[in-house]
């Protein structure tokens, strides 16, 4: 599989939304293959982590997003569900899976149903080690500012403080596992 291959299949090099996607995702990516560094004994899949964190964003272009290049029809939130579609469609149901899982800390079906979020109600927590490496990696970096400033762990924190106890919950679980 070659993830760049893939993303070109939907997005123009060229573009703004390819430029920022892209970015993101090496930065995540490199952050994943750092904090997979200090964790030999998890035996991680790097070749899959890498893969997997330069698609987990690939959905974006079907939201509606301008200040990132982005002019679908659909809420932001919903890139990850979205993203997990085409890469099923696409043969790649475990990188699918990253897309779906990574959004916030995850997103269950309770908050979901309470949020009365634009998802379809069900679990999106991440559940491998490798989702959930990805999922922790994404949150150090943003699509709309500096995509390469890495956030401290303390600024991830207050953001995700925003959706609730549960997130943040899980967000320690993240910081617990990889680092620690």
Known sequence: MNPI???????????????????????????????????????????FIKEASLLQDIGIFLTYAPEIGCHGDKPYICHGYLGAELLRQEGFPRHALVCERHTGSGISSKMIRERHLPLPEREMLPLS????????????????????????????????????????????ELYDLFLE
Do not use: W
């Open 5 to 47: 291959e893939l993303l070109h299949k939907y997005y123009d090099p060229n573009s703004k939304a390819y430029s920022i996607l892209y970015s993101h995702s090496k930065a995540v990516m490199e952050k994943a293959l750092e904090l997979a560094g200090f964790h030999p004994e998890m035996e991680l899949d790097t070749s």
């Open 129 to 172: 080690k490798e989702e959930k490496l990805i999922c922790l990696a994404d949150k150090f970096f943003s699509k709309s500012k500096d995509l390469t400033r890495e956030k401290s762990v303390q600024q991830i924190s207050k953001e995700i403080e925003a959706f609730g106890s549960e997130a943040s919950s899980r967000l320690q």
